[in-house]
């Protein structure tokens, strides 16, 4: 009785999460997420000789600017 609880449990949280990921209204801010490896290569281009960006990061730091999701 209980094992089917859990099954039936989980399996409506795995079908919400697919629901949630595939939601349109989510697909502006996972594009922008699947976009952040690509606009790495392109900004340490941009550094000048000093390692400096135009928005004051160094090109060696590991840090990402993630815009945060919709809420």
């Known amino acids: 009785m209980l ?3 859990i099954t039936g449990l989980l399996l409506a949280l795995f079908v919400g999460g697919c629901i949630w990921a ?5 697909k ?4 922008q997420a699947a976009r952040i490896p690509l606009q ?3 900004a340490d281009v941009d550094a000048g000789q000093d390692g ?3 928005n004051g990061t160094h090109s060696n730091d590991m840090r990402r600017n993630v815009t945060e999701m919709p809420r």
């Open 28 to 31: 502006r801010a996972f594009d």
């Open 52 to 54: 400096m960006r135009p």
């Open 40 to 42: 790495d290569a392109d």
């Open 22 to 26: 595939w939601s349109p209204k989510h």
């Open 3 to 5: 094992s089917g609880i």
